[in-house]
């Protein structure tokens, strides 16, 4: 639920046991609720922690939050560019995962998480303009710039990119290497179903407006989600051996 839908929300509280409290009525589609939001408190020591794990995740937490602010001044109003941006702060808070807990990232599976997040994106415009119909442009204003249309042709392009980059990972050299074989190519027809399977959810169930919930919700991405997973604990010699070089490589 974007801010826009926030506008009868007082907000008037009181801190609780180290959180904000805040009380009042959301109106939503004209329907009022009484509502409790719990605001946690952050404070400039947790930003400061953040800072001190040194590395590069200073670096990748200054540019995750520089682009959130621009992806909230201007971004989210320009066609095509609102989606690249949300993909790229996805993978953005990847990198800073993998920083601050120090483990190796691979190129290829930045590519390919970048390209799921825009695959997942743009999912989530197709549904929103099934949904809203006409109205669309003034629930969300870049929705009045794209069609049906137009977006069923970037959700096929980025598909098709998202199916060869995820092919080439499980053949490149790094890959095989740690694998021992090409035998991680085998769940390619894996992760080609849980890509289907999404596009039926928006044209044929008519949902995937929620692709975090539909991803963990819908019993048969959980089953792929297991199938490749089960494939890399299969194909893997150590399935817990890093297979490509630590981050500072790629930053």
Not at 166 to 176: C, I, K, Q
Not at 185 to 199: D, E, I, S
Request: proline letters at 4%; glycine letters at 12%; one cysteine or more.
């Amino acid at each position: 639920m974007g801010l826009e839908n926030w506008k009868n929300l007082d907000l008037s509280g009181e801190v609780v046991d180290g959180k904000y409290e805040v009380k009042g009525e959301l109106g939503l589609h004209g329907v009022k609720k009484e509502i409790t939001v719990t605001v946690e408190q952050t404070g400039s020591k947790r930003v400061g922690a953040a800072f001190r794990l040194g590395g590069w995740f200073p670096t990748t937490l200054a540019a995750y939050i520089g682009l959130v602010l621009m992806y909230s001044a201007v971004l989210k109003r320009v066609v095509f560019v609102d989606v690249l941006v949300l993909a790229a702060g996805f993978v953005l808070r990847v990198v800073g995962g993998a920083v601050a807990i120090d483990v190796p990232i691979s190129r290829w599976l930045l590519l390919c998480a970048y390209l799921l997040a825009l695959y997942l994106a743009l999912g989530k415009r197709r549904s929103e303009l099934q949904l809203l119909g006409e109205g669309a442009g003034s629930h969300r204003e870049v929705l009045g710039h794209y069609s049906p249309a137009l977006v069923d042709q970037a959700i096929s392009v980025v598909l098709g990119a998202t199916v060869l980059a995820y092919t080439l990972y499980t053949v490149a050299p790094d890959t095989v290497a740690k694998v021992g074989s090409e035998g991680l190519m085998a769940t390619v027809p894996v992760v080609l179903y849980g890509l289907f399977r999404y596009l039926y959810l928006i044209y044929v169930r008519k949902e995937g407006g929620n692709p975090g919930v539909e991803l963990f919700t819908d019993p048969a991405l959980i089953v792929e989600d297991a199938g490749v997973r089960i494939g890399r604990i299969t194909f893997f010699r150590n399935p817990f051996v890093p297979i490509v070089p630590r981050i500072g490589g790629v930053l």
